[in-house]
C-alpha cells in the first residue's frame, strides 16, 4: 500500500535518499516473508532483524517532522488520510513481523531471553 501510494502521489517529492532508503527494507520484507514461507530455519531471526528496524524507519521517516534528508514528513506535507493510512498499516506490517519472528524464537527457545523474566529461577 505504501509503494502504491508513493506512485499515486509522484516519485518526484522523494530524495533519493528517501527513496533508496525505502527499497532496500522492501526487498528484505520481501525475503523475510519468502523465507517464512518456505519455513527456512532462518525466518524468525530474518524477521526480527527486518520488522522493528524497518517499523522504526518508516516511522521515523514519515511520522517525525523533517530531520534530514531522509526524512519525507508527513506533518509538514499536503498528504490525504489515504498516505497517511498505508504508512500506519506498513508500520503495523513491519511490527506484526517482526512480533511474529521473536514469538517463534522465545517458543522455541532459540532467543537467549527468558520469557518468565530475569529473576526467574533455572
Not at 525505502?22 to 527456512?40: D, E, K, M, N, T
Not at 517532522?65 to 519525507?72: A, D, G
Amino acid at each position: 500500500m505504501h509503494g502504491l501510494d508513493h506512485f499515486r502521489r509522484g516519485f518526484d517529492a522523494l530524495t533519493a535518499q528517501v527513496y533508496w532508503a525505502g527499497q532496500i527494507p522492501s526487498a528484505l520484507g520481501l525475503i523475510a516473508i519468502a523465507l517464512v514461507l518456505f519455513r527456512h530455519y532462518l525466518a524468525p531471526w530474518v524477521a526480527v532483524l527486518v520488522g522493528f528496524p524497518m517499523a522504526l524507519g518508516v516511522a521515523a521517516s514519515h511520522l517525525l517532522p523533517r530531520w534530514r534528508s531522509l526524512s519525507e514528513a508527513f506533518p509538514s506535507s499536503a498528504v490525504d488520510a489515504l498516505s497517511y493510512a498505508a504508512v500506519l498499516t506498513e508500520i503495523a506490517g513491519a511490527l506484526a513481523l517482526g512480533v511474529a519472528g521473536a514469538c517463534v524464537l522465545l517458543v522455541s527457545g532459540r532467543l537467549p531471553i527468558d520469557p518468565r523474566g530475569p529473576l526467574a529461577a533455572r
